[in-house]
């Protein structure tokens, strides 16, 4: 049991009408491990959980949760499984003790059993004070974390989070991290779908993008951020001498920056913006900053900026995707006309997996 | 929060993935119904206007029927008019009752509590059957304070205690019927309120083209063949024979006048042997996706 994956996917389909929500979705999530799934809005995420948690059948492949046929074997399945959606499955009329309570009933407990564990549970969640009140007078956050320790009644050994924190204010969400956390810490199978990158690198032990119903990208954060590239130091260049000598200057300055930090850099240097930012890959270590400053201070070269670059699950992301979500891509489509984005220094113009040499910016053998 | 170290994943062993036998898996399925009706309850008890058309519109319905048409009505075959409205009291309120259901279902497919049911080990027909026994109480507590109201006012039954229960008994199956039914609309319709409002359209003719009002001699004759073979007729003289009170539509020759309960319960069978099968298949159609 042990070895056995606890959740596998083996090329889930669901159309709704035209649609094909989830197109070809696998993954598999080992024991104890906690597996997430990346996408934008629409990408599929919910559905493929809906699937995963026998709320809808599939219409094309398999899945196995707990070892059980996700079709076949529905009913068992939901023995095994806690599932938090993105809009809370609590009864309004009812208050936190009885919500706890009715859900302990119907899986089975026993009413004294559900009694003590919707005690223990709601401690846990600093709900004790509201478990008298009805639902209904319930903040975002309470309601969140009700929905979460109803899903927990049961004990269930896989737990399925969709999104768990979209919708709630920061403070709401770091508390909400940090039940995960303990949840991950006791051993439960988690599969959590999010359209947060910071998310899914704080608390994924592996990492599933999907995009249009399919997954595109599949690893560790780490795996995938080494896709991007590692580490990069982007220095941007003064430009007092521009109304001097102007490009013939900047090239200048350019040639020899890139001359001067070439022994610091972990591959090829680039130049971007007219010549002002060089990109530099470095393998980080202490005092490297220093040492560039200072080698290019050496050939008179004066720096205006100086700033390290690791690539998120972001970078990641709008590689594989091209821009995918809505409020990022705006972000984006501003960019360019805003002139340098040292903490984007990469352009991506959405090709999945381009090799690095095609990029746009020129390439400066070292 | 950390601090307290809490078992909240101590049973991680899978469960037996056996198939539980047949015995325990309908003790199980009563035990679901059971709390579920007891949540569906506990709402009632939060916003008990919920259940006015339980408690409220049958005193209301007694006091102005009786007191707006006794003086005027005089009844085929003799007897008082307040002794002929009680059993149509009770048929219509009855009637209108079984909205109840259709709207309650529809509330709880429109909020995410339906969700969380489903993920649950518990059969949809637990949701359907908890929703029509809870509706069964509030139509018997309807019946009783109709009873209660007209016994105030003056209204004596013909038999004893015995026969007011059978009354009220076969009155509430065939509402319990209607529940199934309602639970139908409640399933195809969006939202409560059209829940509510296809409900009334529906149940409102069905409950007054009937005897429930008025003596079938006083109808003219499409109308009272509609009204002798409609069952919320059959419902009423049911009720006005196990009450013990004149029952006009007796003089009728058609044979849900002459034979009521028979006829009642042949149609609340029917309705049950259909609507039941019926209302488990769409909230599987709803729920599907």
């Known amino acids: ?366 | 929060m950390s601090t307290m170290t809490i078992d909240l994943h101590s049973g991680a062993e899978v469960p037996a993935t056996g198939v539980p036998g047949a015995a325990a898996r309908f003790t199980d399925w009563c035990y679901d119904v059971w709390s579920l009706t007891r949540r569906n309850l506990i709402h009632v008890w939060r916003e008990p206007a919920q259940l006015s058309d339980a408690t409220f519109q049958p005193v209301l319905f007694t006091l102005l029927f009786i007191g707006l048409f006794g003086g005027a009505m005089s009844i085929p075959g003799g007897g008082s008019y307040k002794g002929f409205a009680i059993g149509g009291l009770v048929a219509m309120n009855l009637t209108t009752a079984a909205m109840g259901t259709a709207v309650g279902l529809s509330s709880d497919l429109t909020s995410g509590v339906i969700d969380r049911f489903r993920t649950l080990p518990i059969a949809r027909s637990a949701i359907l059957t908890s929703r029509t026994i809870s509706d069964l109480l509030a139509s018997t507590l309807a019946a009783t304070i109709v009873i209660a109201t007209g016994l105030a006012i003056g209204w004596r039954p013909g038999t004893g205690v015995g026969g007011v229960i059978a009354g009220i008994a076969v009155a509430v199956a065939f509402s319990y019927a209607l529940s199934w039914f309602c639970a139908c609309l409640g399933l195809l319709v969006r939202d409560p309120e059209s829940a509510q409002a296809i409900g009334m359209v529906i149940l409102f003719p069905v409950a007054f083209v009937s005897t429930c009002f008025v003596p079938p001699q006083g109808l003219t004759p499409w109308l009272r063949t509609v009204a002798n073979w409609n069952p919320v007729s059959a419902m009423a003289g049911a009720c006005r024979d196990l009450f013990g009170n004149t029952n006009p539509a007796a003089l009728q020759h058609t044979f849900p006048a002459q034979h009521p309960v028979p006829y009642l319960l042949a149609w609340t069978v029917a309705i049950i042997v259909v609507c039941a099968p019926l209302a488990s298949h769409l909230l599987r159609r709803r729920t599907a996706d």
């Open chain 1, 1 to 366: 049991m042990s070895t056995a994956p606890m959740i596998e996917a083996f090329g889930l389909r669901k159309r709704y009408g035209d649609h094909l929500a989830v197109d070809d979705v696998t993954l598999e999530v080992p024991e104890g491990k906690v597996l997430g799934v990346l996408g934008p809005n629409g990408a599929g995420k919910s559905t493929t959980v809906r699937m995963l948690t026998t709320m809808t059948a599939p219409d094309g492949g398999s899945g196995r949760v707990a070892g059980l046929d996700i079709v076949a074997q529905a009913r068992q399945v939901r023995r095994s499984i806690g599932v938090t959606g993105q809009d809370a499955t609590l009864d309004e009329q009812l208050t936190g003790t009885q919500n706890l309570v009715l859900v302990g009933e119907l899986a089975k407990l026993g009413r004294r059993q559900a009694r003590l564990r919707a005690d223990e549970l709601l401690a846990h969640f600093e709900l004790t004070d509201a478990a008298g009140r009805i639902v209904k007078t319930y903040s975002g956050g309470m309601r969140r974390r009700l929905d979460l320790a109803a899903s927990l009644v049961a004990r269930p050994p896989v737990l399925f989070l969709d999104e768990p924190t979209t919708g709630l204010d920061p403070a709401g969400r770091q508390r909400m991290w940090q039940i995960i956390a303990d949840l991950v810490a006791d051993g439960t199978t988690l599969l959590l779908t999010t359209q947060y990158l910071d998310e899914a690198d704080a608390l994924a032990d592996s990492i599933t993008v999907i995009d249009h119903g399919r997954v595109i990208a599949q690893g560790t954060a780490a795996q995938l951020k080494d896709r991007i590239g590692g580490d990069s130091l982007v220095v941007t260049l003064a430009d007092a001498d521009a109304d001097a000598d102007g490009d013939a200057g900047a090239d200048a300055d350019a040639d020899a920056g890139v001359e001067a930090v070439g022994r610091f850099a972990a591959g090829p240097v680039r130049t971007d913006d007219g010549g002002r930012t060089l990109v530099v890959p470095v393998v980080a270590r202490r005092a490297l900053t220093t040492d560039v400053v200072r080698s290019l201070d050496a050939v008179g070269v004066a720096v205006d900026h100086v700033e390290i670059h690791r690539p998120s699950l972001d970078d990641v992301f709008f590689a594989l995707t091209g821009g995918g979500t809505g409020a990022a891509t705006g972000d984006r489509a501003a960019g360019p006309a805003d002139g340098p984005r040292p903490d984007h220094p990469f352009d991506r113009d959405g090709v999945v997996d381009r090799p690095r040499a095609n990029r746009r910016v020129e390439e400066v053998p070292v």
